[in-house]
């Protein structure tokens, strides 16, 4: 099929998580950077931003020889600071990091030019409107830079900016350099997640939504004006899953052109006697910080170790649905096996607990019999009487009691690998668990429970993530027994998904080591119809639909 579509010869893509982890968006691009490259050797630019100065980037590895001549140019003429060397990713793609600091002397020139030229309202920008902007500006003058120094019209080039924002990237391109095909991926709407996260229900009511309304009502009119004027500006708008683009339908007032779904490389997912160790390592370690808090000894064989992690949205990623289904799970007399249950997800956080530190620093074997004071959370928080999930803690009554069947971990802090703590990788400690589950409410992908599948954990999501959403078309796909259990959510049915995660870890509870293997291989297989091989293919749909627009505009112009 790909034979017969357009192919460009230059594709470049904007992001604000080129070189820079911040959340699910540096895993798409990340990993389909080996893809593209594979494919496009050397032709694929990832255009980040240089915010990193005088400070070493362990992402970026700088090349003074990749193109120093326009480099040159790009200085002397056109005004541009720019770094060019690798991405040091699977692929190591050629990325381009710009300095968008000087842009901001001009910031109301260019706005008002956005106004003029697309009726981008910036008159209410506010928090990171301004810095996002000034970077999509510069990633948009760093590809006019390159097609007018290193290329000819003769050139197929695609320009792909993901999120709100890089929209004015693409903007600037599709007025500067109308040679070069526009394309636009919005992974999660502004509007349609500040409605989420405001407690408002979304998808009953998402039909009577007026977004430039919303975007109104909860000050975002910015952020969705630049959002929404680069839909219908592009030559082709892209979404990652069948739910957000209702939302873009409903909200942008413009259905996706090409659905964009996040596939993902498992070549972090180790094999064999490395994945054994790893995961024997990692359940040890969790044991230990477990029993170093409670004060107890726990039983490994007949422990569940459950996780749950991600961006620390109270609502939106379903925490607080995962916290009351373990409180209704303590309750349950068909539970087979005490749990263990780790909410992973970085907030507030101050310092490591030096009393945890100090039991961890006792030989192996030592037991205690005493738990620590609030022997739920492993760091402490600058806010500690401030925090949704201690405050939910408290309010279901849940303090890890001696007899409580089911005890929750609180870990807020990134798993980096220098946590003071666990001191492993999020990878290294999500291979432990046995049970992984990602309740949420909003979700336009869902990366992290097919991470988990990736490392045969079975995992429970719900159909309201576009993950979920694509495991239920798949034939075949039974449940748990499958190795995902997609739960159905709405906006009202809370208390039926809690029951949900209840029965469901229940069920898993009563399971044979012979049927966990099971659905360990068959978590695994999942994730395995999620590569980038087969998922690539929807990019080459919108590159083709991108260059035909492009094409047919330059026969206008000409």
């Avoid at 409180?327 to 263990?340: A, I």
């Amino acid at each position: 099929m790909t034979n017969e579509l357009l192919s460009p010869d230059y594709v470049f893509e904007a992001s604000w998580e080129v070189c820079n982890k911040v959340g699910g968006i540096y895993t798409v691009l990340s990993t389909h950077a080996k893809t593209l490259q594979e494919k496009m050797r050397d032709r694929i630019f990832f255009i980040g931003p240089d915010i990193w100065a005088g400070k070493d980037n362990p992402l970026f590895i700088e090349s003074d020889n990749l193109c120093a001549a326009w480099r040159q140019h790009a200085a002397e003429t056109d005004g541009l600071k720019v770094r060019v060397g690798r991405w040091d990713v699977p692929g190591k793609p050629i990325a381009i990091l710009v300095d968008f600091q000087p842009f901001f002397a001009s910031k109301n020139e260019i706005y008002g030019d956005m106004w003029n030229s697309f009726g981008v309202d910036s008159l209410h920008a506010y928090g990171d409107y301004d810095e996002s902007c000034m970077f999509a500006y510069a990633t948009g003058r760093v590809v006019e830079s390159f097609y007018r120094y290193n290329l000819t019209e003769m050139d197929k080039v695609v320009f792909q900016a993901h999120e709100w924002m890089t929209g004015m990237g693409a903007l600037y391109v599709r007025k500067r350099v109308p040679q070069v095909a526009t394309v636009f991926t919005t992974h999660a709407t502004s509007i349609g997640r500040s409605i989420a996260g405001n407690n408002k229900p979304l998808y009953d009511y998402l039909f009577a939504y007026n977004g430039d309304q919303m975007a109104q009502e909860l000050n975002m009119q910015s952020k969705h004006s630049v959002e929404k004027q680069t839909a219908h500006n592009v030559d082709c708008f892209t979404t990652v899953s069948e739910i957000t683009n209702h939302e873009c339908l409903e909200l942008l007032e413009k259905p996706a052109d090409v659905i964009l779904m996040n596939g993902f490389e498992n070549d972090f997912v180790p094999q064999g006697e490395t994945f054994v160790q790893k995961r024997r390592a990692a359940r040890r370690l969790m044991v230990r910080v477990a029993e170093c808090l409670l004060g107890q000894e726990i039983d490994e064989e007949n422990t569940l170790m459950i996780g749950t992690s991600g961006r620390y949205e109270f609502r939106n990623k379903g925490i607080d649905v995962f916290l009351e289904a373990m409180n209704r799970l303590n309750r349950e007399k068909s539970l087979k096996k005490n749990v263990l249950a780790f909410v992973s997800v970085p907030g507030w956080v101050g310092s490591c607990r030096e009393d945890l530190l100090e039991r961890m620093a006792q030989p192996e074997g030592t037991r205690f019999d005493t738990p620590l004071h609030c022997p739920y959370i492993t760091h402490w928080l600058h806010n500690m009487t401030h925090d949704q999930v201690l405050d939910m803690l408290k309010y279901l009554g849940m303090d890890n009691g001696r007899e409580d069947r089911v005890k929750v971990i609180f870990v807020p802090c990134y798993l980096d690998g220098k946590d003071g703590i666990f001191n492993k990788p999020y990878y290294d400690l999500i291979v432990g668990n046995d049970l992984s589950i990602y309740p949420s409410y909003y979700e336009p992908w869902g990366y992290t429970p097919l991470e988990s599948v990736a490392f045969h954990v079975p995992t429970i999501t719900t159909d309201l993530a576009g993950f979920g959403l694509w495991v239920k078309s798949l034939e075949g796909q039974d449940g748990i027994a499958d190795g995902v259990e997609v739960l159905h959510r709405s906006d009202y049915n809370y208390s039926e998904v809690a029951d949900g995660i209840k029965d469901t870890v229940s069920i898993f509870s009563g399971k044979s080591a012979q049927e966990v293997t099971l659905m360990r291989e068959r978590a695994a297989s999942v994730a395995e119809k999620a590569l980038w091989k087969y998922f690539i293919r929807y990019y080459y749909q919108a590159y083709d639909l991108a260059l035909r627009k492009a094409a047919e505009r330059q026969k206008v112009i000409g």
